[in-house]
């Protein structure tokens, strides 16, 4: 683990050994995730994947999340848009990576896709991707306000982020703005001509396989897994049937 500074800000970096002779593999977190946090359950899942694959991984915390620095005020409602046009370019660029596969849960998984829409990968894997609003990740997302105030939720983070307080505040009051009602990343995903992967569960709570149906009407050369008995993390819910569909599907695309 090493601080790696990225348009002056300092961002936490986990990158793991693999081969040079393929892509690595960059690791995007969800709204309210960081580097630790991708290891659920004593699975080191990112470990996992670059180990079944022999590829090299990078996992970093976006700012205001993990050890990276805080972030000052609110995110904007394009905050997604500016990580993958403007920060993760420049992420990459530190780190020599041409052409990384990305893969990304939540909020990372829509990070991706929209890199992937503007700029070259190897290969996309989106885990419980948003390309649009729904009612019921509104819902959920209120509710884990309530449990962040008054139940345990705080205290759970805090174990992950240096500014627990900033790292849910920044997600959750821009989830909730009306400003970000609007969001829709569907155009740009009928750009994206890498290949493709979508994995989610139909018990997500923040979100339903209306997100899947509208990637592939936009993208319809992605493949997709749709998994029983799991909720809105694929790789903690379902670590090893998500773990193997990554190696299958980077077997053949990337």
Known sequence: ?????VNGIQLEVKQIAGSAMASPIV?????????????QRGIDWPQQVCEATGRAGVVYSRRGYGQSDPTPGNLPADYMHREAWEVLPA????????KPVLLGHS???????LYASERPVSACIALAPHVLVEDVAIKSIADAKTAFESGGL????????????????????????????SFDIRQACSRITAPLLLIQ????????LRQLD?????????AQLRLPDCGHSPQRDQPDTSRHAVVAFLRTAA
């Open 201 to 208: 569960g139909l018990d997500d709570e923040y979100g339903t």
């Open 107 to 113: 909020d990372g998984a829509t990070i991706a896709l």
């Open 1 to 5: 683990m090493s601080p790696l500074r």
């Open 91 to 98: 992420l990459l660029q530190a780190l020599h990576i041409d």
């Open 154 to 181: 705080r205290d759970r983070l805090a174990r992950h982020h240096a500014d627990v307080d900033g790292a849910f505040r920044q997600w959750n009051d821009v989830w909730l703005s009306d400003s970000f009602r």
């Open 27 to 39: 690791f995007l977190h969800e709204g309210l995730g960081s580097v630790s946090l991708w290891t």
């Open 214 to 222: 509208e990637i592939a009407q936009a993208a319809p050369h992605a």
